[in-house]
């Protein structure tokens, strides 16, 4: 059973496109972070959310932690082939300390010309 | 500043065989947490390291075995290798018990 459910699993968009992607727990995470992995290379973390309902702006990215932190999303505008990648959310295990994570399942965005 | 830096990058081994995948911490860093990473999944934890010992581990079995040096760097064991271990090997290191943490590029093993 896959603790952080990731949709959607498989995103293809056009340049200039916005996407919401989301990450959803029936359990509540002290925190929840995002990753981008690119083929080939490792996850490579975006943010950090620590506070329910928190919003948090990266550029064209911008990410909420829900209020009850079961759950989180990531919002891109106009998106740009260079977002290509594998979107992860993470999180510390609710049983486990803070230094081990769980990640979720996975959403595989391609942006197109 | 160098990152983490894993080796090797690729590997090719036959089941029933051993390997041994090895990582270097980024600078600063103390803990070293191993992830394996299969085709299309998000990574799975398999264990953490720190102070030469290990810490906390994932679901897997005791054919997974690691190891820590003084230095920080970090051993991953596999034995009797199962078609199963196919996957890309993630190594992670962070500075204590936070988890910020820095990501090297994996180890993409394949088991024939």
């Known amino acids: 059973t896959q603790l952080l459910e990731q949709s959607p699993q498989f995103l293809s968009i056009q340049e200039g496109e916005n996407l919401t992607v989301y990450c959803n727990s029936s359990?509540?995470?002290?925190?929840l972070q995002w990753y981008r992995q690119e083929p080939g290379e490792g996850p490579v973390l975006l943010v950090t959310v620590v506070t329910g309902g928190e919003v948090k702006k990266l550029k064209r990215l911008t990410f909420q932690f829900g209020d009850a932190r079961k759950d989180s999303s990531l919002h891109i505008t106009a998106a740009q082939p260079g977002d290509t990648g594998l979107y992860l959310c993470?999180?510390?295990?609710?049983?486990?300390?803070?230094?081990?994570?769980?990640f979720g399942t996975g959403t595989r965005l391609q942006v197109t010309l | 500043d160098a990152g983490v830096t894993q080796s090797p990058t690729h590997l090719i081994k036959t089941r029933g065989q051993q390997v041994t995948l090895r990582c270097s911490p980024k600078?600063?860093?103390?803990?070293v947490s191993w992830y394996q990473q299969a085709l299309g999944q998000g990574p799975q934890f398999i264990f953490q390291y720190y102070e030469e010992e290990e810490r906390q581990r994932g679901n897997f079995p005791d054919r997974f075995s690691g190891h820590q040096f003084p230095n920080y760097s970090s051993e991953l064991n596999v034995n009797a290798l199962l078609l199963g271990d196919s996957a890309l090997y993630l190594c992670a290191s962070s500075f204590g018990a936070g988890w910020g943490y820095t990501f090297g590029s994996g180890t993409r093993l394949t088991v024939v």
């Open positions: 600078s600063g860093h103390d803990t």
């Open positions: 359990s509540v995470f002290s925190s």
């Open positions: 993470a999180g510390p295990l609710p049983t486990g300390t803070a230094s081990k994570l769980t």
